[in-house]
T-cell receptor, first 115, second 115 residues
Framework: AQSVAQPEDQVNVAEGNPLTVKCTYS??????LFWYVQYPNRGLQFLLKYITGDNLVKGSYGFEAEFNKSQTSFHLKKPSALVSDSALYFC?????????????FGSGTQLTVLP | GAGVSQSPSNKVTEKGKDVELRCDPI?????LYWYRQSLGQGLEFLIY????????KSGLPSDRFSAERTGGSVSTLTIQRTQQEDSAVYLC?????????????FGSGTRLTVV
């Protein structure tokens, strides 16, 4: 079985400061890893993914995430937060070799960027 | 259409009544997913359709839940004899198979409230 943990329900950061949203995962094989963002009353939007290759992946809106296999983590980062980054962020995983096509999502982290 | 369309956007129903939620995927997307997002929870996988193949129903929480996909396009999620614990946002996503697993486009969801 695959699972995702987002240990922080809420992250607050001042505008202009770096932000980190944490994610750890548990799978029995090699993972595909994703970050999605959800703005109020909107569907989830894809931010970035790790499939293979370089452990540091860059995505939309200046976000990036680092795949760390030894720590089974995939933390989302941004060097300088914007107020408009305030939203609900979800980490998700899928096993590469599994027959299941669905993603398993974490419980989400509410990011609030304070002006 | 340009995006994944879900209707209704909001639904309030009385306990014990049946409800139908509709998802209209992006034209040409053969893969369709239903997820449930409960308050404070991550996204819970419900069901997956791929073309004309038998759907993966492994995430349906009880036999009160069912889903159909007619003509490989529009999907309807039906909840019979609704219970208060069914209150959640129901999200639909679609993708082209070759884009899986990172080509999901989510709809804005249907917020179901069972009173």
């Amino acid at each position: 079985a695959q699972s995702v943990a987002q240990p922080e329900d809420q992250v607050n950061v001042a505008e202009g400061n770096p932000l980190t949203v944490k994610c750890t995962y548990s799978v029995s094989g090699n993972p595909y890893l994703f970050w999605y963002v959800q703005y109020p009353n909107r569907g989830l939007q894809f931010l970035l993914k790790y499939i293979t290759g370089d452990n540091l992946v860059k995505g939309s809106y200046g976000f990036e995430a680092e795949f760390n296999k030894s720590q089974t983590s995939f933390h989302l980062k941004k060097p300088s937060a914007l107020v408009s980054d305030s939203a609900l962020y979800f980490c998700a995983v899928r096993v590469i070799s599994g027959s299941a096509r669905q993603l398993t999502f974490g419980s989400g982290t509410q990011l609030t960027v304070l002006p | 259409g340009a995006g994944v369309s879900q209707s209704p956007s909001n639904k309030v129903t009385e306990k014990g009544k049946d409800v139908e939620l509709r998802c209209d995927p992006i034209s040409g997307h053969t893969a369709l997913y239903w997820y449930r997002q409960s308050l404070g929870q991550g996204l819970e996988f419900l069901i997956y359709f791929q073309g004309n193949s038998a759907p993966d129903k492994s995430g349906l929480p009880s036999d009160r839940f069912s889903a159909e996909r007619t003509g490989g396009s529009v999907s309807t999620l039906t909840i019979q004899r609704t219970q208060q614990e069914d209150s959640a946002v129901y999200l639909c996503a679609s993708s082209l198979p070759r884009q899986e697993p990172y080509g999901y486009t989510f709809g804005s969801g249907t917020r179901l409230t069972v009173v």
